[in-house]
């Protein structure tokens, strides 16, 4: 009989490994939580140091967010290839070099380059980390560890807003790249001694000495060992992008796409923009910097909760809902501003649209199997990056225009609901 890794994951509680795992896979996407928005915790600032307008800020969020559209696109399908520890590590590299050196910009050109190299690593990690997890997790809590360990991102990106709020005033915006650079880069060791391959890999990729690593994984879970590898797959390609778009995953990967890039437009134009938009409303740079971390730690809440519900009554319905609810929010948003319980909107808003947009990277990691997961979670989120970069970019044209911040919020509230309809109806017949 055939061994199977998913039957024996399935069939034992989660071992310890498998927890250290989970929890370097959460650490990661804090990393990468951190380093996504330290431009936005840092923007006013750096508007105010070099004199210049909301129209350049949208060009260097965007900057980043191009950089990550790549990197899931074209760099993280090589984890099917190369092993998703590898890809984390050279992510990490990449992440926590260009993150420091960003404290060098003088120069907006600058800026702009370290924004795209940074995104490079940034792209890859949520989708490697996310595929790592899906492949060492029971088939019934899935959901719930996947969705666990991207809500490293908010935790990330509140840890450093409330770090941002102290350092920038007090040290400036330079100093607060350059911890967020030797914080990623501390993590190395972590990722080279203590971060496991999956089983699921070594079984389809078999690179060299994968039966050896297959049962050094098995002992340290308490498994007995195996004698031989099965037959290996014939693999033409080692980013299979073609198998995204054939048989039965055409219709719900295009429909996976067009709900991505909706959830990340107004996502992105949240987390780029809540910051300056709160400051142009009069809050001081601190409560502004504050209104993204409320921002954020609603949006751990909405991540874990989605992940559970989820769980309980299935991915489609339960991030449809989610993600529909957040649009209402966003489309009554101007009945809020100036008024006192204006940050328990924000708390209200990153606990739904991340609760929804983290739950479609669960959906991709469930959709497809381990031959292309990251090739086709990476494209998943790629398309979502494509969405991520719109949004920034128009939300600084409107409000460069003079549009009001609920008008923006109402504006923003159409691609919200379009994602939540996408997500709702979507065909794939492997997720519920």
């Known amino acids: 009989m055939e061994f199977s890794s998913k039957a024996l994951i399935d069939s034992n509680p989660i071992s310890k490994l498998q927890f250290a795992t989970i929890i370097i896979c959460f650490l990661m996407n804090m990393l990468d939580g951190m380093d996504v928005l330290v431009i936005s915790y840092t923007a006013p600032a750096i508007a105010k140091a070099w004199s210049i307008g909301p129209d350049i800020l949208g060009t260097v969020f965007s900057s980043g967010l191009v950089g990550m559209t790549l990197g899931t696109l074209f760099i993280a399908p090589y984890a099917d290839k190369i092993g998703r520890k590898n890809l984390i590590l050279i992510s990490a590299v990449l992440m926590g070099s260009c993150i420091y050196l960003t404290s060098y910009a003088t120069t907006v050109n600058s800026l702009l380059v370290y924004r795209f190299l940074s995104g490079l690593g940034i792209g890859c990690m949520l989708a490697s980390t996310a595929a790592l997890t899906a492949e060492f997790t029971p088939n019934k809590s899935r959901d719930f560890w996947v969705s ?12 450093s807003g409330l770090f941002a709020a102290k350092v920038i005033p007090a040290e400036g915006w330079e100093q607060m790249f350059r911890y967020a650079g030797i914080a990623s880069l501390l ?24 039966l050896d690593k297959i049962n050094g994984l098995l002992l340290k879970m308490g498994f007995n060992a195996i004698d031989t590898l099965p037959e290996k797959s014939v693999t ?18 295009i429909e996976l796409w067009i709900a991505l890039f909706m959830a990340f437009a107004a996502l992105y134009f949240m987390t780029s923009w809540i910051p300056k938009l709160a400051s142009d409303a009069g809050l ?31 991915l489609k319905k339960t991030i449809g809902i989610i993600l529909i609810l957040t649009a209402v929010l966003m489309a009554c948003f101007r009945f809020f501003v100036g008024s006192d319980i204006i940050l328990l909107v924000f708390a209200f808003l990153g606990f739904g649209i991340q609760g929804g947009f983290v739950g479609l990277y669960a959906f991709a990691a ?10 086709g979670i990476g494209w998943a989120m790629g398309a979502g990056r494509i969405g991520g970069i719109v949004g920034p970019k128009l939300g600084g044209i409107l409000i460069g225009m003079g549009l009001t911040i609920g008008a923006n919020f109402m504006i923003f509230a159409i691609p919200a609901l379009i994602a939540g309809i996408m997500t709702w109806r979507n065909s794939s017949e492997d997720v519920s």
């Open 236 to 253: 033409k390609s080692a980013i299979p992008v073609g198998k995204l778009l054939d048989g039965k995953y055409k219709k719900p990967s």
């Open 187 to 210: 993590s190395i060791p972590l990722i080279v001694f203590f971060l496991s391959e999956s089983i699921d890999f070594y079984l389809k990729a078999q690179p060299k000495n994968a």
């Open 284 to 314: 001081s740079l601190s409560l502004a910097i504050y209104a993204g971390t409320v921002f954020n730690i609603g949006a751990f809440f909405g991540i874990v909760t989605q992940g559970y519900f989820s769980s309980k009554f299935g």
């Open 366 to 375: 469930r959709m497809y199997p381990t031959e292309f997961k990251t090739t």
């Open 148 to 159: 666990f360990v991207v809500s490293g991102y908010p935790v990330g990106a509140v840890i």
